[in-house]
């Protein structure tokens, strides 16, 4: 089939079905190839939920790794009460002291709540509260 200018019409009717039949295999090919990204992406566990707390500690176990915090309020969790927790860093029970204000992260996994992160916000005096042994 010739056009006025003397040109036939079928390769440019060719050439729109060619790249119409191949979509398709680029859409899957675009799937396969970002379908295991994905999913890794998504199939992470759920990030535990944390909570600041501050608070005062009251006592601390250094063979049991694990604090005795009198906590203010932690909204959202829990209200104000002294509480024990562990302690997932030895090395933090070094720097630690009753009395010791801290600021941490309350975190909630399924084996119950733990610190992380703490920070000593003022120094305590140790004053009438020992370290359980």
Request: hydrophobic content about 40%.
């Amino acid at each position: 089939m010739a056009t006025d200018r003397g040109e036939s019409a079928e390769p440019l009717a060719v050439g729109r079905n060619w790249r119409r039949l191949l979509f398709p295999f680029f859409l899957l090919a675009f799937c396969v190839a970002g379908g295991p990204g994905f999913i890794a992406c998504h199939s992470q566990k759920p990030e535990s939920p944390r909570y600041h707390l501050t608070g005062k500690i009251s006592e601390f176990d250094r063979s049991g790794m694990y604090v005795l915090v009198e906590q203010d309020d932690i909204p959202g969790y829990m209200p104000a009460m002294t509480m024990s927790y562990p302690l997932k860093d030895s090395r933090m029970l070094e720097k630690l002291s009753a009395g010791d204000q801290i600021s941490a992260d309350v975190v909630v996994g399924k084996d119950g709540a733990r610190l992380e992160n703490i920070s000593i916000v003022k120094k305590g005096t140790a004053e009438g509260a020992k370290p359980a042994s």
